[in-house]
């Protein structure tokens, strides 16, 4: 397995991952992404998304999509997961937990105070997962979105 940062050549593999993980997440009439911008948000010049790549023999086997944001009461930055998707065919392989172990590297190299991330709550195998790593739920809060679009 090898992890590498993106690059814009990534583009199709990365609109292609989000696509597949909005099946799984039985969500794809609400993914309407395109490789355009994948291209100007991951690899634009303003863009404040970072993605890591997992490849195993040469080929794309999932990702981790994150980006930035700032903890008021740790007055550091943390990381926020935003997509982390393994392709069926390569789970069970470690591939999962070594992209957020990579996350988990970065922000701490950073200084960064956390690694956050939202998981729908019906996704059991995901929660199991996550919670073996050492993450916990945060259940006294709850997301809202104001939605633009």
Do not use: H
């Amino acid at each position: 397995m090898n992890l590498r940062p993106a690059v814009p050549a990534d583009a199709p593999e990365i609109l292609a991952l989000i696509q597949e993980l909005a099946e799984y997440e039985e969500l794809r009439d609400l993914c309407i992404a395109t490789q355009a911008d994948i291209e100007r948000e991951v690899f634009g010049p303003n863009s404040v998304v970072q993605v890591v790549m997992a490849e195993v023999d040469g080929v794309v086997a999932g990702f981790a999509l994150y980006f930035f944001n700032f903890s008021t009461f740790l007055g550091r930055r943390g990381i926020y997961l935003e997509d982390l998707f393994v392709r069926p065919a390569y789970r069970g392989q470690g591939i999962g937990k070594a992209l957020l172990l990579k996350l988990k590297d970065i922000a701490i190299e950073a200084g960064y105070g956390r690694v956050e991330w939202a998981v729908l709550d019906w996704n059991t195998p995901s929660i199991e997962f996550y919670k073996a790593l050492g993450a916990r739920p945060l259940d006294e809060w709850t997301t809202f979105r104001l939605a633009l679009t």
